[in-house]
């Protein structure tokens, strides 16, 4: 079978996608995947890498522009559209799968147009615009969240998870851990793209941590813009730290982390609740609808993570965080057992297996 799995821009929604792929691919040797995104996503420069097959398209999102602007994103959706209609009769997809971001919307009306099986995946508990709207033209959608339910058609809408890639279930499956002698692991992320606040954050605490500090193992993904200053900013305070713009191997950052400082958008929290992880998140304040502040509530809620809002984000507040979880060992194995208890590790199999039969 042929499928198709549009959309992407951030890591967020490209993720899942390619954890999905991994799972389409394994249940047959003549199984193939195309992914079509676009250029200025982060699929564009990832997936070639990984050695999948990818079209770019036209499409860009109309949320808050202008109306000049608002009429230039209308031509490159139909611009998209028609892009899409020709990838479609030249691969011959069973079924086109969209996991959010612009690419999405143009291959999917497309493949429908065409009477090709199409269906989303919402990674978050509150969907967006596109995806709404979408919901009401394809045959299923999968959800990772039930709080996301009440936005969709309920005879259509399955409760799935959020698709982990398979490098990282393996980690969690391997149970491998971290801890060398007395160093203390810190992980710092900030989604895909990183997070300018946290790598602020995090050089104004070093001063706040004392001696702890020699004791750090500090891997510290910055975004490409940041990379320079928090470097320098580490190596100014004395700090051993591994400074990288984007960590290509997660599951190696997660195994080696005693504690994970990150933003709390939906695939991060898939993933540290899969590997059983001990979390401070830092919601981005602006997500949609506050997702991001809802994703980590529901796990605070439930001691499997802590949270510090970003208006209450100091260096001084960050490191007594910091040090409290660090002194109290038995503090970060409760967050990490309850983490683990809220992981879905089989949504990419229950996917496949539904966008199968479907056919
Ligand atoms: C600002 C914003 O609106 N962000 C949204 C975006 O987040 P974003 O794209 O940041 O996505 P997430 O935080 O959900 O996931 C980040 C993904 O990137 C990977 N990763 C991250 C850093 C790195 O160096 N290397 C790496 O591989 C992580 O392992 C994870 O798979 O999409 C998510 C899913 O729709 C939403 O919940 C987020 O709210």
């Known amino acids: 079978m042929r499928l198709i799995i549009a959309g992407g821009g951030t890591g967020g ?15 047959g040797a003549e199984n193939e995947v195309l992914f079509v995104g676009t250029e200025r996503g982060i699929e564009a ?10 079209e770019l398209i036209s499409a860009s999102g109309m949320k808050g522009m202008g109306t000049v602007k608002k009429l230039l994103s209308a031509g490159r959706l139909l611009y998209g559209y028609s892009q899409s209609r020709k990838i479609l009769k030249t691969f011959k997809p069973d079924l086109v799968l969209g996991v959010g971001g612009y690419a999405s919307a143009p291959m999917l009306l497309a493949a429908r147009g065409m009477g090709i099986r199409t269906f989303i995946h919402e990674q978050n508990a509150a969907p967006g615009l596109t995806n709404k709207a979408l919901s009401r ?41 971290k801890t060398t002698g007395d160093t203390f ?38 975004g490409e813009k940041d990379v320079a200053r928090v470097r320098e900013g580490y190596q100014a305070q004395g700090v051993q730290a591994q400074v990288l713009s984007f960590i290509d191997n997660m599951s190696a950052a997660y195994g080696a982390a005693d504690l994970v400082l990150c933003r709390a958008g939906a695939t991060t929290i898939a993933e540290v609740t899969a590997c059983g992880k001990g979390c ?50 038995e503090q970060v194995a409760e967050l990490e057992k309850n983490a ?20």
């Open 13 to 27: 929604h490209l993720f899942p996608g390619i954890a999905v792929a991994e799972e389409f691919l394994a249940r």
């Open 45 to 54: 420069r990832l997936l070639p890498k990984l050695g999948y097959k990818l």
């Open 137 to 177: 033209v394809v045959d299923g959608i999968f959800i990772s969240m039930e709080e996301a339910a009440s936005f969709f058609p309920g005879k259509n809408t399955q409760m799935t998870g959020n698709p982990i890639r398979k490098e990282i279930l393996w980690s969690f499956q391997e149970q491998r851990t």
């Open 185 to 222: 692991g810190l992980l710092v992320f900030g989604g895909s793209a990183g997070a300018q606040r946290i790598n602020s954050a995090m050089l104004e605490a070093i001063p706040h941590l004392g001696e702890v500090k020699s004791k750090l193992r500090i891997t510290h993904q910055t």
């Open 280 to 329: 401070i998140f830092i919601p981005y304040p602006f997500a949609a609808d506050d997702h991001q502040k809802k994703n980590a509530e529901s796990l605070v809620k439930r001691d499997a993570g802590r949270m510090i809002l970003e208006e209450d984000l100091t260096g001084e507040h960050l490191a007594a965080e910091i040090l409290n979880l660090m002194n109290h060992p």
């Open 340 to 359: 683990r208890s809220l992981a879905q590790l089989d949504a990419a199999q229950a996917i496949v297996a539904a966008m199968v039969v479907k056919n």
